[in-house]
């Protein structure tokens, strides 16, 4: 058999560095911190912060609790299917399709930033139809919550345009 491990002996040095002892709590009493004042730089001067200060919050797509309209999302699509009125151009052309947008809630409940991630092809009026009625939405939704406060929450909507 093969001795794997080997032991090795301990060393012993006398030439030892002895490091500085801590101090007492009695040497620290002693201690005369802060007693004297300084004077600083006079022609510095800090800005004045008499009101409160706008955060710009970040968007976010996740959050705990997600915003709802009032009645639920179910009388949000209803609203949209009611107000929205086909283009007459795109209806004579035959074109149908999905507009996908984007848009905040903000921490008052209230809709902005309407953004159009994909529009139906060859159809721009769609896509400002779909933006208008958004836009027009009456009622403030009940805003997201992250972390027990109001968020500002990106959503997502598809408006689909068929002809029937």
Same mark, same amino acid.
């Given at each position: 058999?093969?001795?794997?491990?080997?032991?090795?002996?301990?060393?012993?040095?006398?030439?030892?560095?002895?490091?500085?002892?801590?101090?007492?709590?009695?040497?620290?009493?002693?201690?005369?911190?802060?007693?004297?004042?300084?004077?600083?730089?006079?022609?510095?001067?800090?800005?004045?912060?008499?009101?409160?200060?706008?955060?710009?919050?970040?968007? *976010?797509?996740? !959050?705990? $609790?997600?915003?709802?309209?009032? /009645?639920? %999302? #179910?009388?949000?699509?209803?609203?949209?299917?009611? =107000?929205?009125?086909?283009?007459?151009?795109?209806?004579?052309?035959?074109?149908?399709?999905?507009?996908? *947008?984007?848009? !905040?809630? $903000?921490?008052?409940?209230?809709? /902005?930033? %309407? #953004?159009?991630?994909?529009?139906?092809?060859?159809? =721009?009026?769609?896509?400002?139809?779909?933006?208008?009625?958004?836009?027009?939405?009456?009622?403030?939704?009940?805003?997201?919550?992250?972390?027990?406060?109001?968020?500002?929450?990106?959503?997502?909507?598809?408006?689909?345009?068929?002809?029937?």
């Amino acid at each position: 058999m093969v001795e794997m491990v080997k032991f090795v002996p301990p060393v012993i040095k006398d030439d030892a560095v002895e490091e500085e002892p801590q101090k007492l709590q009695e040497d620290v009493k002693e201690a005369n911190v802060g007693e004297k004042d300084q004077e600083g730089e006079k022609d510095i001067v800090a800005p004045p912060v008499d009101g409160p200060t706008e955060v710009v919050q970040e968007i *976010l797509t996740v !959050v705990e $609790e997600m915003p709802e309209p009032p /009645g639920g %999302i #179910q009388a949000f699509y209803q609203y949209v299917a009611k =107000s929205i009125q086909y283009p007459a151009m795109a209806r004579e052309a035959g074109l149908q399709g999905k507009v996908f *947008l984007k848009f !905040v809630i $903000e921490v008052d409940g209230s809709i /902005g930033d %309407i #953004q159009i991630l994909k529009g139906v092809p060859g159809c =721009s009026d769609c896509d400002q139809e779909a933006i208008r009625v958004i836009k027009k939405y009456p009622n403030k939704w009940k805003p997201g919550r992250n972390n027990g406060r109001a968020a500002r929450v990106y959503y997502n909507l598809p408006v689909v345009f068929k002809i029937s």
